[in-house]
């Protein structure tokens, strides 16, 4: 996993007050021959990551591994605030230096990223493209984030029909994506943790083959994050992994010296 390094500036850094349950796994799956996602754990400055290359496109693990890369350089934050503000320059550090490998190349170059901020009480959610994140809080899974795709558009707009949308022949087109413009274009959505809260952030190579009640269901049965993340993976395998399939989970079990009783929830363990 990346080391982070010191980033001068702003008040003294400290670290998150939070009691974290961490887990990743990612697997190139049965057809494509690279994997071009990245993930970032960094627990230590509250950091975590999944960052998909663009698929068809040339260098897209060049452009996921500089999303990942630039966030990984981004040291303890003096508040939520802080945090927030280098996350979202370091993913336009890593926007103009995609878009200097595309011009190079002469041929477009992208990545999504689905990005979460850990800084107890607060979390905040930066995502471009279509991997998502999701939060599992009392026995419910939200999708916190909102696929950037033609398809979604189309959803919204009411031309199609869920049922519609899952035979559209557009269904993966990404209408956002890091490195494609001038300016990265990332949503945001933010909101205070509760000790049991889990998250999950996955590239569409999972949420093409899994829905969500099973993430809810292999969240709820696996003994701790990393289990959970290989349910989910193992599962994308046995139907066919035509993609990338990255997972990070993150549960927050509490500020410093709650008990398991505090951070009781599916699937919740201890440190």
């Not at 230590?44 to 897209?60: N, P, T, W």
């Not at 011009?103 to 901020?117: D, K, P, S, W, Y």
């Not at 003994?223 to 035509?242: F, K, W, Y």
Request: charged share 20%; glycine share 12%.
């Amino acid at each position: 996993m990346p080391e982070t390094a010191p980033q001068g500036g702003g008040e003294t850094p400290r670290a998150p007050a939070a009691r974290l349950d961490l887990g990743a796994a990612s697997h190139v799956g049965h057809v494509r021959s690279l994997n071009e996602d990245r993930f970032l754990v960094a627990p230590e400055s509250g950091l975590f990551a999944v960052a998909d290359g663009m698929g068809g496109h040339a260098a897209g693990d060049v452009a996921s591994s500089a999303v990942v890369q630039a966030l990984a350089t981004i040291a303890p934050a003096a508040s939520a605030g802080d945090l927030l503000a280098r996350m979202k320059a370091g993913i336009a550090t890593a926007n103009a230096e995609i878009q200097k490998v595309a011009l190079a190349r002469g041929t477009v170059v992208g990545t999504t990223v689905a990005a979460l901020l850990i800084f107890a009480p607060h979390f905040a959610c930066l995502w471009s493209g279509d991997s998502r994140i999701y939060r599992v809080r009392a026995g419910r899974i939200v999708q916190l984030s909102r696929d950037h795709t033609e398809i979604q558009s189309l959803l919204d707009r009411g031309v199609l029909t869920p049922e519609e949308a899952s035979a559209w022949p557009g269904r993966n087109v990404v209408t956002r994506a890091i490195g494609v413009q001038e300016r990265p274009d990332v949503e945001l959505d933010h909101g205070l943790l509760e000790p049991g809260d889990l998250f999950i952030l996955c590239s569409d190579g999972l949420t093409q083959h899994v829905g969500d009640r099973e993430i809810l269901g292999l969240c709820t049965d696996a003994p701790d994050a990393q289990g959970a993340c290989d349910a989910l993976v193992s599962l994308t395998l046995a139907r066919g992994a035509n993609d990338n399939v990255t997972v990070v989970a993150v549960r927050y079990l509490g500020p410093p010296g709650a008990g398991p009783r505090d951070a009781a929830g599916p699937g919740a363990s201890g440190s």
